[in-house]
DNA sequence: ATGGTAGCGGTGCTA
């Protein structure tokens, strides 16, 4: 089973360069993070015509999320636990009822800048909700993959120029430092686990300055699994050539495969 | 320190 994240930086802008994808990619799941339109608004009729189900928690002109599946969604859950009147389109979960059963959420961390100030703090609180949840869901025992984008450079190797990061929320002490503390609860890192070692391996470019040419990018686009899902992970990819496409979203898919 | 680009929505915010 394939598992996809993707910041499509609004669904309908780039609706032509995801459906491209996912004939292309063929993955059996997909989390999508800046959808930035509302649940009525959704191209769902696009997707279902490729054979994909469809659940969206979306928000005008910011965020919003959704989660597509060739197998059925169940349970669906929108909005991260936790919030008291936090009303950002940030995460959706559902149980995904294929040839294995994997509970999935498609999450958009907050970018949390200008660091310090109450972005920041926003940012770090929403980390604190998102430990709380995987905590819980751990308690299952069961296969679960927290994807999205995390907006957290979790190393030095995960940014073509550290240096330029040092004073940015996605690579403060304190966001890495939280990143880590959520994985140390029992979580892994999908990518990280397929390639320990890899370097220069990144999933978002920004529009500005020519980075994707100069191939000043960084990775934030992650997949957590809990030990169950963990078990059954054999592969993961970063799909960077669909930067180079025409009229891109400035992040790129990451998938996995599980058994 | 600034400006560089993109999406939304029709100005400035978010990234």
């Known amino acids: 089973m394939r598992i996809a994240t993707w910041n499509v930086n609004s669904v309908k802008a780039h609706l032509d360069a995801v459906l491209a994808w996912l004939k292309e990619a063929k993955p059996d799941v997909v989390c999508l993070q800046e959808i930035k339109c509302e649940d009525h608004a959704f191209p769902a009729f696009e997707f279902e015509a490729l054979g994909y189900s469809c659940a ?3 928000q005008k002109t910011y965020n919003g999320v959704a989660l597509l599946s060739r ?3 169940e349970d669906v859950e929108k909005g991260l636990p936790g919030g008291d009147g936090d009303d950002h389109a940030r995460f959706i ?6 040839p294995a059963v994997v509970r999935v959420a498609s999450l958009y961390l907050p970018n949390g800048n200008p660091a310090p100030g109450p972005k920041y703090d926003y940012k770090l609180a929403w ?6 949840y995987a905590r819980k869901a751990l308690l299952q ?5 927290l994807a999205g984008d995390f907006n957290v450079i979790p190393e030095p190797r995960d940014a073509r120029f550290p240096e330029n990061w040092t004073r940015d929320a996605l690579f403060l002490p304190q966001t890495r430092a939280a990143f880590s503390a959520l994985k140390s609860i029992g979580l892994t890192d999908g ?3 397929v390639h320990p070692l890899k370097t220069g391996a990144y999933s978002f470019w920004d529009y500005q300055a020519g980075a994707w040419q100069k191939d000043n990018g960084i990775l934030i686009d992650h997949l957590l699994l809990s030990p169950q899902a963990a078990d059954r992970l054999t592969g993961a990819d970063i799909h ?3 930067r180079g496409w025409e009229k891109p979203s400035d992040h790129v898919p990451v998938m996995i495969t599980l058994k």
């Open 141 to 145: 025992e069961e296969a679960f993959v």
């Open 191 to 193: 990518y990280r686990a």
């Open 93 to 98: 979960a559902a149980t995904v009822v294929g």
């Open 71 to 73: 197998y059925a969604l």
């Open 127 to 132: 980390m604190k909700r998102l430990e709380a």
């Open 240 to 242: 960077k050539h669909v």
């Open 56 to 58: 969206v928690h979306g």
